[in-house]
């Protein structure tokens, strides 16, 4: 079983729509959960970070951890083709000098 | 503020051959890492380093060799190249925990080895 599951998509979905990504993990001592956005061809870059449980916003994006489910989440709300990219959650190794594991990816298409 | 530098973007290399993929950030970040990433394998951790002088293995770390001599400069070697090292390689930083958890990634260098 890997540490963090991720379903790789591809989910597409129309302009405007509210988009649920997921992901799971097993290690219960992961306290620092993110969201990186990946344009095709580009490097990852931080959407989101939270720590520990909770809610997140940041404009049209919202990050929430269940710890006690072990499940992230990052909605998306009135989605555009702009946010057409991979998001990949990422969870921090606590005290291993800032290792990151990530999940697979979700490739998101977001459809005029 | 350029962040993360990554050199070179491509590179084909034949199977036996070494080289060097080039990392320097300069944000100050203790926390560096090499990354591969391959279709339907996600990104892997290869080495990382929490400051100048400290590296340590990631999950992957077969075949490559990193120093960090200074907070700058990050450098992986490949040390006889083989096919299955084509992939792409992304270099991040970060500040050390507590200070922010955000890694910041490099554009990857895109290997191919035949």
């Known amino acids: 079983q890997k540490e963090v599951e991720q379903d790789p998509g591809p989910l597409s979905v129309p302009e405007g729509a509210i988009v649920s990504l997921n992901c799971t993990y097993s290690?219960?001592?992961?306290?620092?959960f993110m969201w990186y956005r990946q344009y095709s061809r580009k490097g990852p870059e931080l959407l989101m970070y939270t720590y520990s449980s909770g809610n997140k916003e940041d404009g049209r994006f919202t990050a929430q951890v269940d710890k006690s489910s072990k499940y992230i989440s990052l909605f998306i709300r009135d989605s555009q083709p702009s946010d057409s990219a991979t998001y990949l959650c990422?969870?921090?190794?606590?005290?291993?000098?800032?290792?990151?594991?990530f999940g697979q990816g979700t490739e998101l298409s977001v459809k005029p | 503020n350029a962040g993360v530098t990554q050199t070179p973007k491509f590179q084909v290399l034949k199977t036996g051959q070494s080289m060097t993929l080039q990392c320097a950030q300069d944000m100050n970040h203790e926390y560096m890492s090499w990354y591969r990433q391959d279709p339907g394998m996600g990104l892997r951790l290869i080495h990382y380093?929490?400051?100048?002088?400290?590296?340590d293995q990631g999950e992957v770390p077969n075949g490559y060799n990193v120093s960090r001599s200074t907070t700058e400069d990050f450098p992986l070697r490949l040390l006889s190249a083989a096919p299955s090292q084509t992939s792409v390689y992304f270099c991040a930083s970060s500040s050390a925990e507590g200070q922010g958890a955000g890694y910041t990634f490099g554009s990857g260098t895109r290997l191919t080895v035949v």
């Open positions: 290690n219960s001592a992961f306290q620092y």
């Open positions: 380093s929490v400051g100048a002088g400290i590296t």
């Open positions: 990422a969870m921090r190794v606590p005290n291993q000098g800032g290792k990151l594991i």
